[in-house]
T-cell receptor, first 115, second 113 residues
């Protein structure tokens, strides 16, 4: 049972345009969401997060939108740059007792930015 | 550079053997997490330690165990290794309790032959 789903395995976008990566989740207990970026042979790099009490969080070129009723979040990258080419993972978390926190990851979307 | 270090970078071993993976968290971080990334399973949470105590457990096999030491570094022990244990093993750390971003190390690639 995959609780976090990224239905697009890959996405190709032209440099300078907007990249939109999508993520759906099924567990209504999730209340904290994160996006990570991963290059080959490296660990995931934290990009941006959002708490379920918000519906939008922005950091520079990156904006995350959360639609709780649809159990859907998206990451917008504007403008897209060649260095953004990587695999992007969506992750979700529900706070457990005594600070227990485990991230449940989607399968990832490979973003390619074309010059 | 996330500040999380992992050793070794690569490990090649045979079935039935036992290995230890090591992780040093970012300075000041009290929580350490272990994740496994295999080709068909994606990134899977294994276990979390907070200040030396186990806090959360995922789908970690009984053949696997972990601990966090007083200096906050952590070790993941994998025993009776099988071919299917070949994967990337990531360590992450975060500060304090409550919601915090987790910062990942570069990973250890384990190959079981």
């Amino acid at each position: 049972d995959q609780q976090v789903k990224q239905n697009s395995p890959s996405l190709s976008v032209q440099e300078g345009r907007i990249s939109i990566l999508n993520c759906d989740y099924t567990n209504s207990m999730f209340d904290y969401f994160l996006w990570y970026k991963k290059y080959p042979a490296e660990g995931p790099t934290f990009l941006i997060s959002i708490s379920s009490i918000k519906d939008k969080n922005e950091d520079g070129r990156f904006t995350v939108f959360l639609n709780k009723s649809a159990k859907h979040l998206s990451l917008h990258i504007v403008p897209s740059q060649p260095g953004d080419s990587a695999v992007y993972f969506c992750a979700a978390s529900a706070m457990g007792i005594q600070g227990a926190q485990k991230l449940v990851f989607g399968q990832g979307t490979r973003l390619t930015i074309n010059p | 550079d996330s500040g999380v270090t992992q050793t070794p970078k690569h490990l090649i071993t045979a079935t039935g053997q036992r290995v230890t993976l090591r992780c040093s968290p970012r300075s000041g971080d009290l929580s350490v997490y272990w994740y496994q990334q295999s080709l068909d399973q994606g990134l899977q949470f294994l276990i979390q330690y907070y200040n030396g105590e186990e806090r959360a457990k995922g789908n970690i096999l009984e053949r696997f165990s972990a601990q966090q030491f007083p200096d906050l570094h952590s070790e993941l022990n994998l025993s009776s290794l099988e071919l299917g244990d070949s994967a990337l093993y990531f360590c992450a750390s975060s500060g304090g309790q409550g919601y915090n971003e987790q910062f990942f190390g570069p990973g250890t690639r384990l190959t079981v032959l």
